[in-house]
């Protein structure tokens, strides 16, 4: 089974700063990641996939990097809105397994 | 444009089944370029995946629930649904339906989540 992981746990970030979001995967998923934007009280909201392809209507600050095991989500100066938590998720597998990281919190500072 | 709404009750007893549906609009279930999925998050937790069924009727569940998972459709409602037997406290938790487009891979649209809440 493929473990996610992300780092930090929590990302204390200003207005208009960068913000730089990591996960990793216990094994390989090739570029079979994707991130998720979820705020309090809403369904996950699908930014990224296919590790660096943005999904219909994201705007061009958040970025996606990284294959094999290693991931990055950037955002590249934050907006209010973007103060949310973030996850990632792979769906490498054969037969079908998502597997979702445990999430970074991105918050005020 | 998809659009999928969860339904079922909001309160069920420990070692009961529960039972959601999801009503999708928009689009037709039996379609090859979607599948569809269940998720769940407890409360202050992250997600989970429980399992997900293809327009073939295959499905495909979490290792960690499969013993107690069922996912079915039901093409002439154009709804797919949600059994988990045996619950517990455990299973509390905000579950969502979920389409993957095949072409991308990821769960692209969700349903707007329901509680559910395993209590006696």
């Known amino acids: 089974e493929i473990v996610m992981t992300q780092s930090p746990a929590t990302l204390s970030v200003s207005p208009g700063e960068r913000a730089t979001l990591s996960c990793r995967a216990s094994q390989s998923v090739s570029s079979n990641l994707a991130w998720y934007q979820q705020k309090p009280g809403q369904a996950p909201r699908l930014l990224i996939y296919?590790?660096?392809t943005r999904a219909t209507g994201i705007p061009a600050r958040f970025s996606g990097s990284g294959s094999g095991t290693e991931f990055t989500l950037t955002i590249s100066s934050l907006q209010s809105e973007d103060f949310a938590v973030y996850y990632c998720q792979q769906y490498n597998n054969w037969p079908p397994r998502f597997t979702f990281g445990p999430g970074t919190k991105v918050d005020i500072k | 444009q998809l659009q999928l709404q969860e339904s079922g009750p909001g309160l069920v007893k420990p070692s009961e089944t529960l039972s959601l549906t999801c009503t999708v609009s928009g689009g037709s279930i039996s379609s090859s370029s979607y599948y569809w999925g269940w998720i769940r998050q407890p409360p202050g937790k992250g997600l989970e995946w429980i399992g997900s069924i293809y327009y073939s009727g295959s499905t495909y569940y979490n290792p960690s629930l499969k013993s107690r998972v069922t996912i079915s459709v039901d093409t002439s409602k154009n709804q797919f649904s949600l059994k988990l037997s045996s619950v517990t406290a455990a299973d509390t938790a905000v579950y969502y339906c979920?389409?993957?487009?095949?072409?991308?891979?990821?769960?692209?649209?969700w349903g707007q989540g329901t509680m559910v809440t395993v209590s006696s």
């Open positions: 296919g590790a660096s």
């Open positions: 979920g389409v993957v487009v095949a072409a991308i891979g990821a769960f692209d649209i």
